[in-house]
C-alpha cells in the first residue's frame, strides 16, 4: 500500500461482546482538538455486528478524527472517499460539541483501530 494511503482499519479481537470506546480510547479532554479540521457527513450506522451507533463525521472507533490542516493530503483522501460513497463530505473546524475525538495520526500510529469486539 502506498504511504499515507488510508487504509483499511482493524476490529480489536478481544472478546465476543463490543468495548465501549473508552476501553480503547481515552479522551479525558486532556486532548483538545477545538479549531483541527474533521469530515462531517450524511449519518451513516457503525458497521460492527449489533452496534447502534450512527456516525455523522468520519470516525474511528466512534470516535470523531481529526487532521490539524484543513488541506492535510489524508484528510482529503477520507474525505474523497466519503464522496465516493455518496455520503456528503465537508471540511468543518472540529468542536468540542461534536463529541470525542482523536487525531488522525495517533489512531493510524495504534494501528488503525476501528471497533473493539471481545470474546466471552
Known amino acids: 500500500m502506498e504511504s499515507g494511503a488510508p487504509g483499511v482499519g482493524r476490529v480489536l479481537d478481544l472478546d465476543d461482546e463490543l468495548v ?4 480503547i480510547w481515552k479522551d479525558d479532554g486532556s486532548e483538545d482538538h477545538t479549531g483541527w479540521y ?12 449489533g452496534c447502534s451507533f450512527v456516525a455523522r463525521f ?22 474523497e472517499r466519503a464522496k ?25 500510529a495504534a494501528g488503525r483501530p476501528v471497533h473493539g469486539v471481545r470474546r466471552a
Open 20 to 23: 465501549e470506546d473508552e476501553e
Open 38 to 49: 474533521c469530515v462531517s457527513t450524511a449519518p451513516f450506522p457503525c458497521p460492527a455486528e
Open 84 to 108: 465516493q460513497v455518496k455520503r456528503n463530505p465537508k471540511v468543518v473546524e472540529f468542536e468540542r460539541s461534536f463529541g470525542p475525538s482523536v487525531s488522525y495520526y495517533a489512531w493510524e
Open 58 to 79: 468520519m470516525t474511528a472507533a466512534h470516535l470523531i478524527l481529526v487532521w490539524q490542516e484543513n488541506d492535510d493530503p489524508n484528510l482529503l483522501r477520507h474525505a
